[in-house]
């Protein structure tokens, strides 16, 4: 007998459907009339335009609302700029300069300086992330020009690098301390899982654009690498508890110490607990989310050319969602509400050798456990990965990165109601190895960068992905970058083995005229392949005065083999149940192309007041190659905004207190039919003395409650509401 079947809605759901099936957007007005709570979303009294002068007064007032803080906080700052104060709170430890300066790694798998860097790279220090008054890596990336952070509920977010959003933003590769956290299973990153104390984050290196020829597939559009600090730097006690409107609870703890001369050791635990979001359909929030973190760090400074780290976390948590389930019956999808819950560890060993001043060593290995749970399916994952890389200078004009790696990923999959995968056990390895090269062809004028990482896995085979990099400083404040670089996004465990029944078609309606109920079912197939991509950038860096700093990007990257479906032979089920099979079947007939620019712009107008901005342009295209029964699986057109900008202000005010404000505007998400919204985060701090501090923090502060993305893999929209939390941190 056929049982209802769970469809924890993948991507595919955002997806065009072939010629003469409607989308399940597009039924939405008739599936409200006879699936309770499932009503078509109706914009809240506050959204409703005004008209003549009531909405030119509206503009005015909002403009204004904006435009006063920064007025009052630069004024604040003028003032105060050139008084003395007793114990005046730095901005930041960095200037402009410093800024430059820092050495950041994700590029090129070495120390070098942010200015030297040939991509569009960007830097969030650990103090800009506690001054954002963030509670999670997810929040702190929203101030990086050209990247889009979506909230979706309490616990899931979609974030993405030029485009392709979506609930796994699968062409983005995120890593802790060069610990892969993209899953295997559905290609993407469980944010809600990566709920670490952000005051051991040292800092985050973002890359906009592949990074593959020395990270491998998946770091299509971009790398995230977070970086956390050495022991060394956080010995003593560090305690924070907040509260708030949204943010019920959030305490975190750390306690690190030295033992013996050259060896430190801490540990760590946070625990968070929030309110779920207001639903658009009217429903009770049934999102709220618990999580816990714990975890450890030990540095070793075994020699005086040996380093060694061992680290390691455990975390968990259940959040509450809503599934749709499809049926036979009317209304042909059952609503149910439960918890998913999940659980993991890993441990990290990493060894650093300098052989000589000009060559070093670095050996890192480590475990990753993943177990989660819902009403769809049950996966749990274990991940061993081996890394050798060595970084070698034979002549003052060239330095060599080299390096070899090994990953063996075992998982099961238990279905739950419907959504399994055949087979329900695999093991997947991946082998690697890569070479990188910098040229100076003219010394401290012209280098060239080349490079390539051959991997092999067992779905695809072997993938090259190379890349070539050119930067000219024509003087000493002007920095200049060209590259053309190819990258892949292997298949998932999912694309290549999920059977996932979607949705019922009812009978006699307007995409189903057959008397029985059509059930559309997604397989993943053996044939599916890698996404593929060549990106064109340039980019240019300018320092005009050591307060000021403006980096700007440009890119064009073109697609082939992305990812579709296309519609199998129809199939009739009976006994004693009529219904019929409508297939899908995963292919990759896809191609697509986007183009844009992103701006980064620092400027520290006194010694007491910063001020970064960032603005993010993309246009997105994408097309099937055959014509007839296809569909495009990738969530690509109208999911991400054309335009994106935020304006930060970092203040120091008289006192020993900072004041913060952040703003952002968000272009409209037509593929969803979500408005654009402006709004603004602020933070208030007050150094009570050198060991307590104070704060208060709000964000969403201006404009309506608004929805940022639409899952698919629950029913329903999410409000983004305004919050406020407050609380306290020591230290001693």
Known sequence: MYQPSSINRPESSELRRAPGIETREGRAEAKSRSSPGFETPRREPGFEPAAGRTRLLAVILRVLSVVAPFLVLLLLAASFARAEASGPIDLTTLSIEDLMAIEVTSVSKRAEHLSDAAAAVYVLTGEEIRRTGATTIADALRFVPGLQVARISSSWWAITSRGFAGNFSNKLLVLIDGRSVYTPFYAGVYWDAQNVLLEDVKRIEVIRGPGAALWGANAVNGVINIITKDAAKTAGFFSQAASGTKEKKLVGQRY??????????????????????????????????????????????????????????????????????????????????????????????????????????SFQTYFDRTDRRSLQLSEEHNTIDLDLQHSWRPTERAEIVWGAGFRAISDEVDSVRGCYTVPDKRMVDVASGFAQG?????????????????????????????????????????????????????????????????????????????????????????????????????GYRLNPSDRMMIDLATFYNRYTCLRTGEIGAVRFQGNPVSWIVLPFYGTNLGEGQTYGAEVAFDWRAADRLWFRTGYGYLRLDVWTTEPGDVIEFEPAEGASPEHQAFVQTFVDLPGRVQADIGARYVDRLDR????????????????????????LVGTNLIGPKHVEFVSGMSSGRAFNERTVYGGASIRY
Request: net charge negative; hydrophobic share 35%; no cysteine.
């Open 438 to 538: 910098d040229l100076a062809l003219f010394p401290d004028k012209l280098y060239l960068t080349l490079g390539s990482k051959l991997e092999r896995n067992d779905y695809t085979g072997l993938e090259v992905q190379p890349s070539t990099r050119l930067r000219w400083f024509p003087s000493d404040n002007h920095t200049v970058w060209a590259a053309v670089s190819r990258a892949v996004r292997t298949p998932s465990r999912a694309e290549r083995s999920i059977v996932i029944q979607w949705e019922t078609l009812p009978p006699h309606s307007s995409e189903n005229s057959s008397p029985y109920p059509t059930v559309v079912t997604l397989y993943g197939t053996d044939d599916f392949g890698s996404e593929k991509l060549t990106a064109y950038e340039v």
């Open 672 to 695: 969803f039919d979500i408005d654009s919204h402006f709004t603004l985060d602020a933070r208030f701090g007050w150094q009570v003395d050198d060991r307590v501090e104070l704060f």
């Open 256 to 361: 690190g110490t030295a033992i013996g001369e050259n060896a430190w050791l801490r540990a760590h635990v946070k625990y968070s607990e929030q309110d779920g979001f207001a639903s658009a359909e009217g429903l009770e929030p049934e999102d709220g989310w618990t999580a816990v973190h714990g975890g450890f760090r030990l540095d070793w400074n075994a020699s005086t050319s040996r380093h060694i780290t061992l680290q390691g976390d455990v975390d968990g948590g259940e959040v509450g969602e809503v599934y749709g389930f499809p049926t036979l019956v009317e209304p042909y999808e059952e609503l149910v509400r439960e918890k998913s819950r999940y659980e993991g560890g890993n441990l990290l060993f990493r060894w650093t050798e300098t052989l000589s001043p000009h060559s070093e060593l």
